[in-house]
């Protein structure tokens, strides 16, 4: 079932951009918040982590105990994570809920406890967090979370949590305009904290360079494009191609006909400025590895110069089986648990982050059409691109 997007709301004096899909045929209300935030820096991203793991600890108005029964019955998500270039709330509740449900994300975001006690604990635990060599892949930044201090982490909250920053997205079981109403009762009263969200630093966060596993894995960075470049379509199909499912070209080239990998994606990667192509494989550690990043990406572009039409039929057939039928397959990994799930939560989040971050309301129809209309030679071209520009990162296994 396709979720269409209305228009976007956009009330004057409402707070923060709204986006509401009434849907008859749902069991369940789904309130989605993404908090933007521009390129994080070596002291705003811990930050980030830490807010995400203590944001429902409570608010001034509603305990943790009540927050966590705040789903009950409904089995819908309840939860704050991070995202490479935002901060995504996600709140399941019955539909008798709904206004509940809006009062609530508005208190956690006005008025979050944010306990001492709790902040030390996760600062203490993060460090420890046993991720997997391809998680570390994906996001190898090393964070020090020894920076975070709770009342700098309240007053960035307060900094962060603001209207130009706030993407909301409501779907289910209500009649039109009605969770509209709800948001602007709740948020009647809200002011912006006076000082903006800013970042002062430019310096990246630096990488992490050895594993804890006796896994090697090697990364082809590519260069970040906006999410307005008018080839994101063309950008999309490509990575299609080059990294979803058994007959895409890195199975097909680095598993398959050179031998060098058993893990292997091709992806778009969320940042403050867009995205970022990106080529990850796990390999062996062996003496050789210094060399495998330019063989593999010279093997790509080789294979690439040999697309055919059937290469571009199949890409967008597995686009189709993404967007239209639920493939947990997609390659624009928008969180850092993976593909974006074709669930409503799923759906409902698109219609919250897609507005803001690609500058038009998320319409899967229209976009596939846009998919459709790429032709071969573009295709192998931006596929070729984001390779022949690729930066090797490799992160060497025990």
């Not at 630096?206 to 008018?230: C, M, N, Y």
């Amino acid at each position: 079932m396709i979720l269409e997007l209305a228009a976007l709301t956009l009330v004057p004096g409402f707070w923060g951009r709204f986006v509401e899909l009434p849907d008859p045929t749902a069991s369940m209300v789904v309130i989605e918040a993404v908090v933007f935030h521009p390129k994080a820096g070596p002291y705003d991203q811990p930050m980030l982590e830490v807010l995400a793991r203590t944001l429902f600890e409570g608010t001034d108005t509603y305990p943790r105990d009540e927050l966590r029964r705040l789903s009950l019955g409904s089995g819908g998500p309840l939860r704050c994570s991070t995202m490479p270039d935002a901060l995504r709330i996600e709140i399941g509740v019955s539909p008798d809920r709904l206004a509940k449900g809006l009062a609530v994300l508005r208190s956690l975001l006005t008025e979050p406890l944010l306990p001492d006690a709790v902040v030390e604990r996760v600062k203490a635990e993060l460090p420890f967090a046993n991720r997997s060599p391809w998680a570390e892949a994906q996001q190898p930044e090393v964070l020090n979370f020894g920076l975070v201090r709770q009342p700098d982490l309240a007053r960035f909250s307060r900094r962060l949590f603001r209207s130009n920053h706030l993407s909301v997205a409501v779907s289910g079981p209500f009649r039109p305009n009605e969770a509209r109403d709800a948001w602007m009762r709740a948020t009647s009263d809200w002011q912006d904290d006076p000082v903006d969200f800013s970042t002062p630093e430019a310096a990246n966060l630096p990488e992490q360079k050895r594993h804890s596993k006796a896994v090697t894995t090697i990364e082809l960075r590519g260069t970040e494009f906006s999410a307005a470049d008018t080839t994101v379509p063309a950008k999309v199909l490509a990575a299609f191609a080059l990294g979803v499912g058994k007959q895409s070209a890195v199975f097909r080239v680095l598993r398959e006909r050179l031998r060098l990998s058993y893990r292997q994606e091709a992806f778009l990667w969320p940042t403050a400025g867009g995205f970022v192509p990106r080529v990850v494989f796990a390999v062996k550690p062996s003496e050789r590895e210094g060399d495998l990043g330019a063989k593999a990406a010279d093997a790509l572009r080789k294979d690439v110069a040999s697309w055919t039409e059937t290469d571009r039929q199949r890409a967008f057939a597995m686009a189709e089986a993404v967007f239209e039928r639920g493939l947990d397959l997609n390659p624009m990994h928008l969180s850092l648990l993976g593909p974006q799930a074709n669930s409503q939560d799923g759906r409902t989040f698109l219609a919250a982050y897609w507005p803001v971050k690609m500058g038009s309301p998320w319409n899967e129809r229209r976009f596939m059409a846009s998919l459709r209309a790429v032709s071969l030679e573009t295709m192998r071209s931006e596929a070729d691109a984001s390779l022949a520009t690729a930066k090797v990162y490799t992160i060497s296994g025990l």
